[in-house]
């Protein structure tokens, strides 16, 4: 093994490196599809974990949608990843690369897309986790290499057909050396009132060896094009305050700030399976919102440039003995899916 690849092996990516190939040495390597149709006031999305063990590779797949709350969460025995590109797979079930997804859960579970005019991640020096993504063998990454496009296709979800044609598509990846750190917040959102805009963020806690530390990272695309990433804990940090139906997030830089604030009733969440690599097994671990409500707002040295709503968000605090205990206390949707299906 060269030593770019023992390098990439840890997780890590070198500054103007590409994040998008697979890294062949973590536990997993999560891809995620989002759909928002704003007209039809609906969402779709698709996952598929790949999972490494000692008795080989694994997936972890699913597809769920707002409203209806329609859940499927898999096991699957196969499991790959492009080494040399984006791409995801799991024998038939799961197809995912940078311009078609094709996702078969059964008869009354699947979705076919392909993503037109893609607005890829346009920062070629570092990706959405900044300076951390060039620190090898942290538990941690994210990337969210996806922040618009148009698709095209449908999705069949327990019986109801949903067409994709013209919805707005984002998609990013996270990937670490055990899997899913011991807490951790996401969201995104489109569905603005103007169709460019796109928001991401993604927080928790990062670990590797005896570093220990909370870290948020927050992406907006704005309207104009311009993309703006806050999150390095010296240079633009992220303040984040969560609860299970609440995110309040506050990011300050030289010459950006943003704050987000989002909302959603825990009894709206769906419980995602979240996997355990070595134990080829899927538990309960992150309540996640499909169509909560965000509201950004974003200044310019101090000076509102944007503000925008969103009522189709994804809302998510994960925390996989927390989530599992408090979807059984509260009854959210989606507990009677620990464990999830198999295929």
């Not at 700030?257 to 690599?277: K, N, Q, T, W, Y």
């Not at 503000?307 to 408090?326: F, K, Q, V, W």
Request: aromatic share 8%.
């Amino acid at each position: 093994m060269g030593l770019l690849s023992a390098y990439r092996a840890g997780g890590a990516d070198l500054p103007f490196g590409d994040p998008l190939p697979s890294h062949p040495g973590v536990a997993m390597e999560g891809y995620f599809w989002r759909f928002t149709d704003l007209a039809g006031g609906q969402v779709v999305i698709a996952l598929n974990g790949v999972n490494q063990s000692s008795q080989g590779p694994w997936a972890t797949l699913g597809l769920a949608s707002h409203p209806g709350g329609f859940l499927r969460a898999v096991e699957h025995p196969q499991a790959s990843a492009d080494p040399a590109a984006l791409g995801a797979f799991a024998g038939t079930a799961f197809r995912g690369t940078a311009r078609e997804l094709h996702v078969d859960l059964g008869p009354d579970a699947r979705l076919d897309a392909v993503i037109h005019d893609p607005i890829p991640w346009s920062r070629r020096s570092l990706g959405g986790s900044s300076i951390f993504q060039s620190v090898p063998a942290l538990n941690q990454y994210w990337h969210p290499w996806l922040l618009g496009g148009r698709a095209e296709g449908e999705a069949l979800l327990g019986g109801e057909r949903i067409t994709l044609d013209g919805a707005a598509v984002y998609a990013e990846k996270n990937w670490g050396r055990g899997g899913f750190p011991p807490a951790w917040w996401w969201g995104q959102a489109q569905g603005f009132e103007d169709p460019g805009v796109c928001v991401a963020f993604a927080g928790g806690i990062i670990e590797s060896g005896p570093l220990r530390t909370e870290v948020t990272a927050v992406v907006v695309r704005l309207p104009d094009g311009t993309l703006i990433r806050l999150g390095d804990p010296l240079v633009n940090p992220v303040h984040a305050r969560v609860t299970d139906e609440s995110w309040h997030l506050r990011g300050r830089g030289l010459r950006w700030s943003v704050e987000i604030e989002g909302e959603s009733p825990l009894g709206d969440a769906h419980v995602l399976p979240v996997p355990l690599p070595e134990e080829r097994r899927n538990v309960a671990g992150a309540l996640e919102h499909l169509g909560g409500r965000m509201e950004v707002r974003v200044r310019r040295r101090g000076r509102l440039v944007w503000s925008g709503t969103s009522h189709l968000a994804a809302l998510e605090h994960g925390g996989i003995d927390r989530a599992a205990a408090e979807a059984a206390r509260r009854g959210a949707p989606g507990a009677s899916a620990v464990p999830p299906f198999r295929a």
